[in-house]
């Protein structure tokens, strides 16, 4: 006799070790190793604390449940902050959906969708589905702040993200919160970007600039790198934050200042601070002019007055 499969609804949640393979190299195995398993016990810890389930560890990943979306957004705090002081950073990432629980595991589209919100999350990031923002407490939910949309296999629409803060933001955060909308959309208008290879220097600043970036010579900025596409990706300006989406074959990196690689195919992330964009590969050294890469950094018009 068949055993019945049944489905329910949780909140899934993914959280992976960014850096430790660099680490690796720079303190050596032992240590590396050592401080690894640590943040695999802590965010352990973390979710049993509130009473979810790690359901397993994969590598550098864990792979947890909860029964409320409260609960998650309460140990993925907690992960967050018991790496504020290590050599290490996490990236967490949990959507609310039907998955079918089996021996200890679960299976399903839903499992599958966290683990792609997870994978965009950068380090020191809690990234979620609207799922989730729509089942959190009113309290909670004021800590959301919309990212983009996303197309994820399976669903039929788009599905929206939003970045989870577990911290207060910093003064110069973009994503910082006005009380008024009208003070928001004054100091967002003001924002500028510069991007420049080898040859050429772009500025953007008022609504609907772009900026493409592609092997063709019609592109704003030209690369003969040979991962590049004929149109690579374009970079807009939208009501004073910027966006970079890629159409090429190889997909785009971009290494935001003191971050891991973001690795961005089909799909569509916002530039902030300073950082590298490189298409299609990955550059020896972030920090230093590489051939084929492009620097860009973001910054407010009103420091130039």
């Known amino acids: ?58 590598g550098d ?18 992960m967050q902050k018991s790496q504020e002081s290590s050599q290490l950073s ?24 966290a683990a792609r919100v997870a994978g965009l999350a950068n380090g020191n990031e809690i990234v979620v589905t609207r799922e989730v923002v729509d089942r959190l407490s009113r309290e909670y939910r004021a800590d959301t702040l919309f990212l983009r949309k996303i197309n994820v296999k399976g669903l039929h629409t788009p599905t929206a993200l939003f970045r989870l803060r577990w911290k207060p933001e910093t003064q110069n955060s973009v994503s910082r919160i006005f009380t008024h909308r009208e003070k928001r959309t004054h100091e967002l208008a003001s924002m500028k970007i510069e991007l420049s290879n080898d040859h050429k220097t772009v500025t953007l600043q008022a609504h609907g600039d772009k900026c493409t970036i592609g092997r063709e010579s019609e592109n704003t900025l030209q690369t003969t790198h040979g991962t590049a596409s004929r149109l690579h ?3 807009t300006c939208k009501q004073g934050k910027f966006y970079l989406e890629d159409a090429s074959t190889n997909g785009t990196y971009v290494i935001k200042t003191t971050q891991q690689p ?41 420091d130039d007055a």
């Open 1 to 58: 006799m068949e055993t019945e499969v049944t489905t329910t609804e949780i909140a899934i949640l993914f959280s992976d070790i960014v850096g430790s393979t660099t680490l690796y190299e720079e303190i050596g195995d032992i240590e590396a190793h050592h401080l690894v398993v640590q943040c695999l016990d802590t965010m352990r810890s973390a979710v049993e604390s509130v009473g979810g389930t790690l359901l397993r560890t994969v």
């Open 262 to 302: 973001v690795f961005v195919h089909r799909e569509t992330i916002t530039l902030d601070g300073g950082g590298v964009i490189t298409t299609g590969f990955l550059p020896d050294d972030a920090s230093v002019k590489q051939e084929g890469a492009i620097r860009y950094i973001t910054s407010d018009l009103s």
């Open 233 to 235: 990706a374009t970079i």
């Open 90 to 113: 996490i990236r967490i990432g949990f959507h609310w959906g039907e998955a079918i629980p089996t021996q200890g595991d679960v299976y399903g589209n839903a499992v599958n969708i």
């Open 61 to 78: 990943a864990v792979l947890a449940k909860f029964n409320v979306c409260d609960d998650a957004y309460l140990a993925a705090r907690e």
